[in-house]
Every structure is written in structure tokens, then in C-alpha cells.
């Protein structure tokens, strides 16, 4: 919870015209796996996956998160996809990153879960002009619901 990552500061406005530069922070999903490297400065940098343009996520104190686009082009030694499960329960890393990575799943299955308007059925666009998804058929707009942040989903109670 955001309690739990004091004295940190946590901005997730909307910004979709902010890029990554070579210090940013990348994320990359596979299904519900994470890239990154487990002890000390866990989550890589642009430069280091010689990553392209990525979506802008939030930002923990000064660091930019962006959810990388595809698949990382260059995976270095020391770095590979571990299983948010695991994360969530038996985890080495600090409080403030795991909530990181769990924040940036639960938008990352916002976006994959709401890819289609759920009236009718088109596919959504990103809103230009705050966190949602907008339906340019029947205008539907589709916000995140925060407060799954940190749940369980329902696959991970199973």
C-alpha cells in the first residue's frame, strides 16, 4: 500500500507526451513475469536493454517507470523475468519496489483486460488527455480502478 513506501513520493499523473531518455527506468512484462534483476537496482535501464520508446507509467521520487513497447531488444546477464507471484509473496526486494511492480502490473492488466470496449465491442484508444481508454465507436470512456492496486487477482487466489 502507499503507506508502506514512506518517506518515498509516488506521482502517477498522466503525462502521455513524456519519453524515456537513456536513465529511465523500463519495464517489460511477459504475461505475469517481470524483467529485472533481483537484489540491488532492480529495474533496468533504457540504455541497458537498448530499449526504444516506451509508455510512461509514474515516477518514485525522481525516477521515470515506462512500460517498454514489444519485447526488450538486448537482455543483459543478471536480468531476467521473474514471476510477480513469487514477488508478491517471497520477495528480497524493498518494500518501495516491489509496490513498483505491482502498481505497474495492475496498469499493465488494465490496459490488456479493456483492449475492447466492453459495450461495443470496438477497440479502445488511449486518451490523450488522462489515464484511460476511450472507445472511438460509442465514446465509452474506461478509467483504471485503483483500488485493485496490490490485489490479488483472481487468477493468483485460485
Not at 77 to 83: N, V
Request: hydrophobic share 35%; with cysteine; glycine share 6%.
Amino acid at each position: 500500500m502507499i503507506q508502506d513506501i514512506f518517506p518515498h513520493h509516488f506521482d502517477n499523473h498522466y503525462d502521455p507526451m513524456k519519453k524515456p531518455d537513456r536513465n529511465s527506468r523500463i519495464l517489460y512484462f511477459n504475461g505475469e513475469n517481470l524483467l529485472l534483476r533481483l537484489g540491488v537496482d532492480p529495474f533496468p535501464r533504457q540504455e541497458e536493454l537498448q530499449a526504444g520508446s516506451g509508455t510512461y507509467l509514474f515516477t518514485m521520487d525522481d525516477e521515470a517507470y515506462f512500460l517498454g513497447n514489444g519485447n526488450p531488444p538486448h537482455i543483459p546477464a543478471g536480468i531476467q523475468y521473474f514471476p510477480m507471484k513469487k514477488l508478491r509473496f517471497h520477495s528480497p526486494l524493498p518494500q518501495q519496489d516491489i509496490f513498483i511492480a505491482w502498481t505497474a502490473l495492475q496498469i499493465v492488466r488494465w490496459m490488456r483486460d479493456n483492449r475492447f470496449c466492453g459495450s461495443c465491442g470496438e477497440r479502445t484508444i488511449p486518451s490523450p488527455r488522462e489515464r484511460a481508454l476511450l472507445c472511438p465507436h460509442c465514446g465509452r470512456t474506461i478509467y483504471p480502478r485503483l483500488n485493485q492496486i496490490g490485489r490479488a487477482s483472481c487468477r493468483e487466489r485460485v
